[in-house]
């Protein structure tokens, strides 16, 4: 089983920044790619952003690039993400989340082990 336990969210006032880490422990199973996804109140799950973890690539979502960067430490089996200028639209519980399958690691699908999330709120 893989477990993914989040943490670093906050309050924070928009134009600010926040790291969120999100350590996984790994059992028996290879992960072949770690993403960050988000929920706003009321709305559908989003992709934020995700790396291959062998590879290293990394994929973002439109509303969040140039300001948001996701970064792994293998050794610790630790993903990061690093959020910068946010924005009151980044108000959302973040989700990390981790695949055993290398796709296009955008889609919530393709994932097989979540986090519970942590909550991050920018104020205006």
């Known amino acids: 089983q893989v477990q993914l336990v989040e943490s670093g969210g906050e309050l924070v006032q928009a134009g600010g920044s926040l790291r969120l880490s999100c350590a996984a422990s790994?059992?028996?199973?290879?992960?072949?790619?770690m993403g960050w996804f988000r929920q706003a109140p009321g709305q559908e799950r989003e992709f934020v952003a995700a790396?291959?973890?062998?590879?290293?690539?990394?994929y973002s979502s439109d509303s969040v690039k140039g300001r948001f960067t996701i970064s792994r430490d293998k050794a610790n089996n630790t993903v990061y993400l690093q959020m910068n200028s946010l924005k009151s639209e980044d108000t959302a519980v973040y989700y990390c989340?981790?695949?055993?399958?290398?796709?296009?690691?955008?889609?919530?699908?393709?994932?097989?082990?979540w986090g519970q999330g942590t909550q991050v709120t920018v104020s205006s």
């Open positions: 790396i291959d973890w062998t590879y290293g690539n990394t």
């Open positions: 989340a981790a695949t055993r399958w290398r796709g296009g690691f955008r889609a919530t699908h393709e994932y097989q082990y």
């Open positions: 790994v059992r028996t199973f290879s992960i072949y790619g």
